[in-house]
T-cell receptor, first 114, second 114 residues
Framework: DGGITQSPKYLFRKEGQNVTLSCEQN?????MYWYRQDPGQGLRLIYY???????QKGDIAEGYSVSREKKESFPLTVTSAQKNPTAFYLC?????????????FGPGTRLTVL | GDSVTQMEGPVTLSEEACLTI???????????LFWYVQYPGEGLQLLLK?????DKGSNKGFEATYRKETTSFHLEKGSVQVSDSAVYFC?????????????FGKGTTLSVSS
């Protein structure tokens, strides 16, 4: 089955620690995205990548970092510089021929800072 | 910049009631418009979309019509079920920018009781 996987589903972090969220897709999509979801806030874009070895900051990139060394992988690191990291993080991808504007989402990772 | 505004929830309905969730947008040209649904604890799933004026997207009994004159894309369903309980997001991709990130509304929570 083609799709997007995110791991882990739940993640707990102590203040001051960096943590990396995994996102993998086997859809052969070029573009991948990270969104943050907070209650009542909708989804806000953190980073996106339209091709391997290239990525762009979104609206709320401060305190986050990414890499795109492989087409199928787009990990997100939440650094200690992110002041309020507790949230639900969603990864997405798109790139279907004929439907370039349709994004597919992973199941999400819920990060809690203790 | 481009933006999406949708009605605040929660929306509480009895089974078989009619549903309308309002969505309006601000954008130049003809953006692509989407409705996504999020079931509890899960990622987002594409519900329907429309890419040009007067297009009607439909899926699982839900419909929405792209109205350029009112810059709206309201979600409707004639008879809701308990299984429709979820959070619904209206979103757009700016005109001529397929492959870029979605711009989301804040989401509307629907709760359907039997």
């Amino acid at each position: 089955d083609g799709g997007i996987t995110q791991s882990p589903k739940y993640l707990f972090r102590k203040e001051g620690q960096n943590v990396t969220l995994s996102c993998e897709q086997n859809l052969n999509h070029d573009a991948m995205y990270w969104y943050r979801q907070d209650p009542g806030q909708g989804l806000r874009l953190i980073y996106y990548s339209q091709i391997v070895n290239d990525f762009q900051k979104g609206d709320i990139a401060e305190g986050y970092s990414v890499s795109r060394e492989k087409k199928e992988s787009f990990p997100l690191t939440v650094t200690s510089a992110q002041k309020n990291p507790t949230a639900f993080y969603l990864c997405a991808s798109n790139g279907d021929r004929g439907r370039p504007d349709t994004q597919y989402f992973g199941p999400g990772t819920r990060l809690t800072v203790l | 910049g481009d933006s999406v505004t949708q009605m605040e929830g929660p929306v509480t309905l009895s089974e078989e009631a009619c549903l309308t969730i309002n969505c309006t947008y601000t954008a130049t040209g003809y953006p692509s418009l989407f409705w996504y649904v999020q079931y509890p604890g899960e990622g987002l799933q594409l519900l329907l979309k429309a890419t040009k004026a007067d297009d009607k997207g439909s899926n699982k009994g839900f419909e929405a019509t792209y109205r350029k004159e009112t810059t709206s894309f309201h979600l409707e369903k004639g008879s809701v079920q308990v299984s429709d309980s979820a959070v619904y997001f209206c979103a757009l991709i700016p005109a001529n920018q397929a492959g870029t990130a979605l711009i989301f509304g804040k989401g509307t929570t629907l709760s359907v009781s039997s």
